[in-house]
């Protein structure tokens, strides 16, 4: 009888991957065409480092792991691959016209936009979960992202040009919510490979510097007003850098830099302008979001996350809370405080506090109870996740070099409790 932590995917993950892409080739097929109203290609250099930032910056972003480097730009890879097809498919389904999705570059966009919030959960339960569970969540959670977009954007009339709530703060309490109904209390006491070395953290700090340099575009490839969104959201990561810096040294009793910090901190810069990018705010306030952003994720990676963890339950790999939620909880407030001290008018409607303070309201809401669903989905005992000893390890999904693997995972179905404790 096979082990509920069998990890040979050989035939539930094949089966499942084809299946799901049968499906998705077969709606294509009746649903998708090409938008001819709209043949502009003036979005796809945008396009272009959006997807640069999907599968190179986030990828490599999750590298920091000493044994875990395979699966952090493998199922990155995979989870945007098969998102960005599903995306176009369920954000899609809100906008038919004459019973057709109609895709352009607009929509490739957005797609991608989608992706990310399953690549921010994914940081929350990274090394904790096997590829069937990813694909399983990406499904769920891109189906419930469209949902959400849609009540924020069309419904509520809310104005997130760059997601700082649709997608990070989504993202994050999602995958949050997820880890949490999926915790772990073998890995209570930090487990040996939840760490970094110096060549990791490199390959790790080359994610950061990819989404670092294109996430301005991010912030502005659907935005009305693009120049705004270009020049604040630049002003905002640059301001955010320098407090970041700053603030990690300042926290550590010897004054030394935290690779850890730097990689994540400097970000949120991006993230927390994201609502109101295109808003007429000045480069000023865009700093002193930044700043602001800078400080708040730092404190979080130093004070916040080990109390999550030791309190209540919350194993936060990758620190997600800190890079995306805090920050994009702080968009989602500037964001009503620009809408409450300025007139602010977007295709016709006025954006409202009212409307943007129910926009995050509803879209945390939406995210943590949609990924405690999805949690429990995945904590189904048949879907290959590995035992909380062979967590952050490499080589139990994938081929792995022998001069880099201590020791063998056999691939054959059996009971790894029963070779736990053979080996005690």
């Known amino acids: 009888m096979p082990s509920a932590l069998d990890t040979n995917m050989r035939f539930k993950f094949s089966i499942l991957a084809l299946l799901l892409e049968a499906i998705i080739i077969i709606l294509f097929g009746i649903f998708v065409e090409y938008d001819n109203r709209d043949s502009s290609t003036t979005l796809y250099p945008l396009f272009q480092d959006v997807h640069v930032m999907?599968?190179?910056?986030?990828?490599?972003?999750?590298?920091?792991?000493?044994?875990?480097?395979?699966?952090?730009?493998?199922?990155?890879?995979?989870?945007?691959?098969f998102g960005l097809q599903w995306g176009i498919l369920m954000q899609g389904f809100w906008h038919m016209a004459e019973g057709k999705i109609h895709v352009n570059i607009q929509s490739m966009i957005n797609a991608d936009f989608s992706t990310a919030t399953a690549l921010i959960s994914f940081g929350a339960v990274l090394g904790k979960t096997s590829p069937v569970q990813m694909l399983i969540l990406t499904i769920l959670e891109i189906t419930i992202f469209a949902c959400n977009e849609h009540l924020v954007t069309e419904v509520l009339q809310a104005t997130d040009v760059g997601a700082s709530m649709t997608i990070h703060a989504f993202g994050a309490y999602f995958g949050l919510a997820v880890t949490l109904v999926l915790y772990r209390p073998g890995l209570k006491n930090k487990h040996k490979n939840d760490e970094s070395t110096y060549h990791s953290d490199i390959f790790a700090m080359i994610g950061t510097?990819?989404?670092?340099?294109?996430w301005p575009s991010f912030n502005s490839a659907i935005a009305p007003e693009k120049i705004k969104a270009i020049v604040n959201t630049y002003s905002s990561l640059a301001a955010c850098t320098v407090v970041t810096f700053a603030l990690s040294s300042l926290v550590d009793q010897r004054g030394k830099f935290s690779m850890v910090l730097i990689?994540?901190?400097?970000?949120?810069?991006?993230?927390?302008?994201?609502?109101?990018?295109d808003l007429s705010i000045t480069p000023f306030a865009a700093?002193?979001?930044g700043s602001i952003a800078g400080i708040i994720s730092v404190l979080?990676?130093?004070?916040?996350?080990?109390?999550?963890?030791?309190?209540?339950?919350?194993?936060?790999?990758?620190?997600?809370?800190?890079?995306?939620?805090?920050p994009g909880i702080l968009g989602g407030i500037a964001g009503i405080i620009v809408t409450a001290i300025k007139e602010e008018v977007r295709q016709g409607v006025r954006l409202t506090p009212g409307m943007q303070a129910a926009a995050l309201g509803s879209t945390i809401g939406i995210a943590l109870v949609g990924g405690a669903l999805t949690g429990g989905i995945l904590k189904l005992p048949f879907l290959g996740q590995a035992s909380d000893q062979n967590c952050?390890?490499?080589?139990?999904?994938?081929?792995?070099?022998?001069?880099?693997?201590?020791?063998?995972?056999?691939?054959?179905?059996?009971?790894?409790s029963s070779r736990f404790e053979a080996n005690m």
């Open 209 to 214: 510097l990819f989404l670092w340099i294109f």
């Open 287 to 289: 700093m002193c979001i």
């Open 263 to 277: 990689q994540n901190a400097t970000l949120a810069g991006g993230v927390a302008v994201g609502t109101c990018a």
């Open 300 to 326: 979080g990676f130093h004070f916040l996350t080990p109390l999550l963890a030791s309190k209540l339950n919350i194993q936060d790999t990758c620190g997600v809370h800190n890079l995306h939620g805090l």
């Open 54 to 81: 999907i599968f190179v910056g986030f990828g490599f972003l999750m590298t920091f792991l000493k044994k875990y480097g395979f699966s952090s730009v493998g199922i990155t890879m995979l989870i945007a691959a």
């Open 392 to 416: 952050f390890d490499d080589s139990v999904y994938w081929e792995v070099p022998e001069e880099e693997k201590p020791h063998e995972i056999p691939s054959h179905n059996y009971d790894e």
